[in-house]
């Protein structure tokens, strides 16, 4: 099963985990699919910032309820 077969998997079976894909195929149909799927794409080769952005980004989402602002 492909990474992307992965997170399908996750999603039909209702679960809503946050994921990093990192992946150094060219497929320029994986970008769209990661973002559909609400992953975030990393690119190989990439460094520890980006992981640790990507990682903070996901974690930020997850505190702030969809329709909500932080006060």
Not at 9 to 23: F, K
Not at 24 to 49: E, M, N, Q, T, Y
Request: glycine share 12%; proline share 4%; hydrophobic share 50%.
């Amino acid at each position: 099963m492909t990474g992307l077969g992965a997170m399908r998997a996750a999603r039909l079976a209702g679960l809503g985990t946050s994921l990093i894909v990192m992946t150094g195929l060219r497929d320029a149909s994986i970008p769209a699919s990661v973002k559909a799927l609400g992953g975030i794409l990393l690119r190989k080769p990439f460094d520890s910032a980006e992981l640790e952005a990507a990682a903070t980004e996901l974690l930020a989402k997850r505190r702030v309820p969809a329709g909500r602002t932080k006060d």
